[in-house]
Nanobody
Framework: VQLQASGGGLVQAGGSLRLPCAAS????????VAWFRQAPGKEREFVAT????????YYADSVKGRFTISRDNAKNTVYLQMNSLKPEDTANYYC?????????????WGQGTQVTVSS
């Protein structure tokens, strides 16, 4: 599975962005997908994940109620809708895929897309 994240940019606090993660290669619908982020000088952290069919989602407490993960398997794409953005959401955002939902280690990673939230 090859993954390509996009949609990052500069946004003011309180604004919104939607990040697509487009996949190609093997049967995308068989894979759970997660979003992670990494800010400068900080460790990478989990943001959200969605099961292979989209029936189950799970979020980090820091984004719960503000971010929504969804997927369109017909388009081989997972989306991260980010609302009410805060400066602390500034980071490089990565999508990852694995056969296992909420895997401890993901097999496939895309390149990051930078999100910058100004105060």
């Amino acid at each position: 599975v090859q993954l390509q994240a996009s949609g990052g940019g500069l946004v003011q606090a309180g604004g919104s962005l939607r990040l697509p993660c487009a996949a190609s290669g093997r049967t995308f619908s068989a894979y759970a997908v997660a979003w992670f982020r990494q800010a400068p000088g900080k460790e990478r952290e989990f943001v959200a994940t969605i099961s292979s069919r989209g029936a189950i989602t799970y979020y980090a407490d820091s984004v719960k109620g503000r971010f929504t993960i969804s997927r369109d398997n017909a388009k081989n794409t997972v989306y991260l809708q980010m609302n009410s953005l805060k400066p602390e959401d500034t980071a490089n955002y990565y999508c990852a895929a694995d056969i296992v939902f909420r895997a401890s280690k993901y097999d496939y990673w895309g390149q990051g897309t930078q999100v910058t939230v100004s105060s």
